[in-house]
Structure formats: structure tokens, C-alpha cells
């Protein structure tokens, strides 16, 4: 069955119109298919079921029924067995760096954006940018960007089991950091961050807040060298994983290298998808 196909499944109780979301426990359930029992299947109730208008319920190649709803939580029944949460009410952040607004890289259209993008909706969407303004490479202005995160967090609404993520370059690595330590309403369960300068503010350290953080590099940055004002280990982070990856054959900068080439950016994720 694809997408827009109106035939009814008869063993999940399920077609393109209407998905039904139950355990077992919810007079009028449709027939269970012999041995399937899921849980959870409807989140902030233990037994009962759901009708959830969804006129995009699709197969994938795992035989797996997904649709969405912003009424209910976006749900999988999976033939093999469970309910489990999407993560379409999950989020993604991507936060530029030091002067994002100047450089032209962050609109929409450029393959850096797109390419940060996709990878923010594999982890979890949607993926919104922080336009944090100014921007410039002062302390005050991290900070001010640090409260607007805070308060881009609040306004977004997380299911149970649901997870914040964050994407962040240069400097925008310490907004994150510090937003992380002023009481994000969401834990972070990953934040990458991308050619982050080193600053030894304990305003910069990582809060209690952070799951998992990633310390991504460029050989030979000198940008991030100056970001963190020449300091020894300007570059690695001894609260993150540190990552270095060498971009001599892109023909960028290695400050822009990890997002802006194709092939660099290609290197750090894949090495990401194996720690993850």
C-alpha cells in the first residue's frame, strides 16, 4: 500500500483515511493481528484507543504503517509488534556562528543550510535556525542569544519521549552552551557543535541539561584559533567527544569546509552516525 491509497488493512485495523491507535483495551478496537499486543499506544493514556484522521498513511520498506496528527502524537504501528513515537514534535535547532547574517551562507537556498537541514530532520524535526541578532562576536550578544534560544524552546511543544537537538557553528556552539545553563524548559539530547571556539567562561561550560555533545573540528582553523583568542586547545573541548576532520582538499576555508563542502560536511556526519 502507498501513500493515498484508500484499501483498508484488515490485520492492523488501519487504511489512508483513518488510523486507529489502540492496545487492545478499547471496546470497538479493530481485530489485533494473532500475537501483536503494543503499549503505550497512545501517549498520556495507559489502555484505550484513538481515531486519528490521517490522510497520509504509508508503508515503508519495513512494513511499517506511519502517519501524523497534531491533534495526537505522531505514532508508527509497527507489524512487528509496537507503538512507537515518530518524533515529528522532536526539534532540531541550527544556530550559526559570529556574523551569520553578513556571510550569505545561511539563507535557504544554499547547499550548507540544506545540507544541515536534512541532517536536523534525520535526528529529529523540524529544523528551525535561531537568527540570533547582532550577532557580533561579543559576550553580551551570545548571551542575549542564549535567552532567545531558551525562549525558542519554550514555545515548541515536546511529547513524552521526544528530543531536542542542536546543530551549532562556531560560536554558536557557545550560545548553545550557554543557554544550557540558564534552564532550557527540553533537555538537549545531542548538540553538535561545529568549529566552536574554546572559551574558558565558566558561562561556556556545559550544563546538567546535555545528553550528548559533540565537539566537531577543522584542521588548521585559524578562525577558531582567533575565536578563542589564540588559547592553547583552542579547538577541543574536555567536556565533548572531540572529532578533527581534515579538510585540505575542499577548496574552502576550513572554518566553512564542514558545513559548505559537500564531501567535508559528508565525513563528520557519518563519522557522527557512528557514535550516535
Known sequence: ?????????????????????????????????????????????????????????????????????????????DLAGDVTADGLNSMTILIPGTNWEASGGWIPQSNGYRGLQQYGDQLGGPTELLAWTPSRNRHTDRLAAAHALVNLVATHTFAPGE???????????????????????????????????????????????????????????????LG?????GSSFDPHAVNHVVDTRT????????????DDCRDLWWQWLQRQL
Open 1 to 77: 500500500m502507498g501513500t493515498g491509497d484508500i484499501d483498508y488493512d484488515a490485520s492492523v485495523g488501519l487504511n489512508s483515511i483513518t488510523g486507529y491507535i489502540y492496545d487492545g483495551g478499547c471496546p470497538g478496537s479493530p481485530p489485533l493481528r494473532p500475537g501483536i499486543a503494543p503499549t503505550n499506544a497512545y501517549p498520556g493514556q495507559s489502555t484505550g484507543c484513538a481515531s486519528v484522521p490521517s490522510p497520509s498513511v504509508s508503508y515503508n520498506a519495513n512494513n511499517q504503517v506511519t502517519w501524523s496528527s497534531s491533534a495526537v502524537n505522531g505514532l508508527s504501528y
Open 163 to 225: 528530543r531536542l537537538h542542536i546543530i551549532a557553528h562556531s560560536h554558536g556552539g557557545n550560545v548553545a552552551l550557554a543557554a544550557s545553563r540558564l534552564g532550557l524548559a527540553q533537555p538537549i539530547d545531542t548538540l553538535i557543535a561545529l568549529n566552536k571556539p574554546m572559551l574558558r567562561s565558566a558561562a561556556y561550560r556545559p550544563g546538567p541539561c546535555i545528553a550528548r555533545f559533540f565537539n566537531i573540528s577543522a584542521a588548521r582553523d585559524w578562525i577558531q584559533r
Open 228 to 232: 578563542a583568542r589564540f588559547a592553547l
Open 250 to 261: 575542499s577548496p574552502l576555508r576550513p572554518h566553512a569546509a564542514l558545513i559548505w563542502d
